[in-house]
């Protein structure tokens, strides 16, 4: 007996900008990327993803600018790259008012918001989209977004991982210790909506948070969203093996995915989750059409709006290096510092050496992904490979040009790979944990950290035991009596 193939998990990768990863294509007489303003632009987005059963729309974001590109935005804005840009937030509930099961991973810094407050967006947004959310965690690596919340510079790369901890355990606490099931009665005829008895204060006092209170919000369907992580440095991976659920990579290719893929689950392990608990995408972009030839034709008609100094404007903010200043021809190598550390990393991990010049001739369309061009049976056969041989779980699909790269691989990839058994025709009922993890009920295993939290304030104090007698109780109590 066979075993069954994998299925091969889909997300649109996206941002609330003109240029995410092909910076200058938004200049392409196709491309709708400038209409990132426009509400349309998303719920057609969104309805175009369930169309092709996609997993989830993974939208990206960042609260700075790609100063560090001979030391100024100037090429940045030029070329739209990731600025101008949107809060991600506020297009979800649009999009989940016009869909049914696509989920959507909203991206958010544990740096620059405080957790009591991101509690309350992501809940809200569970709530919306009847559990649709995934939140990604990323700690902000741009020292223009620090500077412009008043700090002098970015916190320190594994400064920014012991935050991230101790943010993620008040989070868990306001979502699965705060409110007990049952706390939310609504029960009319006695005119109770809460059991206070069954809210819990989360009195939570660390090196970087105080929250004393309990969580502004009921329990969503999800209770705490779907956990995503974008970070594979050693400290990056050493947090996703405890708190992700999915996590994202950058990958030369297959065999530079393997090596990250086996560390990365031998760490789950090693941290007390099941291996399956963790779902590994990695960044591509697919340019295709009817045909090989087509696809090529395609690329080499993009390529001539891709733009070389917002590819290197971008580069600069992910690695922190002015481009402009070192050799075109001298091999890149990975440095230590506290900007997006994976991404010279997985360049230095391939096995030619890569070049300044070699990232504007490669990564000038994929951005911090490869770019695979082909017919249908071509691109389904590298995804194969990607996943047999890489042991991704699926991929963040970045676009060339948006929305005509996602439409072409709905019409041309989708159909291929559902042929071999690799895509999802229709989507599994429940929550986007269900879906990804195919976990019944929707809440976070019982081996991941959240899940140490949930009943953990029953039977201690609650609401009701900090409510005071008032010296006028009986006077008040005759007045509510007359009332009555």
């Known amino acids: 007996m066979s075993t069954p193939k994998k ?11 003109v240029g995410h990863q092909a910076a200058g294509t938004w200049r392409h007489p196709s491309s709708q990327a400038s209409r ?5 632009y998303w719920t057609n987005l969104a309805i175009e993803l369930e169309r092709g059963a996609f ?15 001979r030391g100024s935005a100037e090429a940045a804005l030029r070329d739209g790259a990731q600025v101008p840009v949107n809060d991600p937030f506020a297009a979800i509930s649009a999009m989940a008012a016009v869909t049914r099961n696509v989920g959507f991973g909203i991206t958010a810094a544990v740096t620059f918001e405080h957790p009591y407050l991101l509690a309350r967006r992501l809940s809200t947004l569970d709530h919306l989209t009847k559990g649709r959310v995934a939140w990604n965690v990323v700690s902000s690596y741009l020292d223009s977004a620090a500077r412009n919340i008043g700090m002098d510079r970015q916190i320190g790369h594994d400064a920014r991982y012991d935050l991230a901890e101790e943010y993620m355990q008040v989070t868990y606490k306001l979502w699965e210790g705060s409110w007990e099931d049952g706390a939310v009665l609504r029960d009319r005829e006695k005119g109770i909506f809460t059991d206070a008895r069954k809210v819990h204060p989360i009195r939570h006092e660390g090196e970087y948070f105080k929250v004393p209170g309990f969580h502004l919000c009921e329990p969503s369907p999800q ?7 974008a970070g594979a440095s050693s ?16 990958a030369t290719g297959p065999e530079t995915a393997r090596k990250l893929t086996d560390a990365i689950r031998a760490e789950v392990v090693a941290a007390g989750r099941e291996p399956d608990s963790l779902k590994i995408f990695a960044l591509l972009t697919v340019i295709t059409g009817p045909s090989d030839a087509a696809a090529q034709r395609k690329y080499e008609e993009y390529l001539d709006y891709a733009s070389p100094e917002g590819a290197l404007a971008l580069y600069g903010g992910w690695t922190g290096l002015d481009f ?19 991404t010279l990393e997985s360049l230095a991990a391939d096995s030619e050496a890569w070049t300044v010049r070699d990232v504007i001739r490669k990564r000038s369309i994929g951005g911090l992904g490869p770019v695979l061009v082909g017919g249908p049976q071509t691109i389904a056969d590298a995804l194969e490979e990607w996943v047999d041989e890489g042991g991704v779980d699926g991929f963040n699909l970045a676009y060339a040009i948006t929305p005509a790269s996602t439409t072409d691989f709905i019409d ?6 559902r042929r071999r058994g690799r895509a999802q025709a229709d989507y599994a009922p429940g929550t986007l944990r269900e879906k990804l993890l195919g976990d019944p009920g929707g809440r976070a295993r019982d081996s991941h950290p959240a899940a140490e939290w949930r009943d953990h304030y029953k039977g201690r104090e609650s609401v009701a035991d900090s409510s005071r007698p008032s010296a006028f109780e009986g006077a008040n109590a005759r007045l509510i009596e007359a009332a009555e």
């Open 324 to 342: 402009s200043s070192l050799d075109p021809d001298a091999p890149l190598t990975a440095v230590e510092n506290d900007s997006l550390r994976t």
């Open 55 to 69: 997993d989830t729309l993974f939208i990206a974001d960042v609260v700075g600018v790609y100063d560090v590109y």
């Open 36 to 40: 990132y303003n426009d509400l349309d």
């Open 7 to 17: 299925r091969i998990i889909l997300n649109a990768f996206d941002m609330t900008c």
């Open 235 to 250: 400290r990056g991976r050493q947090f996703a093996a405890r708190h992700a659920e999915a996590m994202f990579v950058l």
């Open 223 to 229: 209770r705490t969203p779907v956990i995503f992580q």
């Open 412 to 417: 041309f990839v989708v159909p291929e790979l």
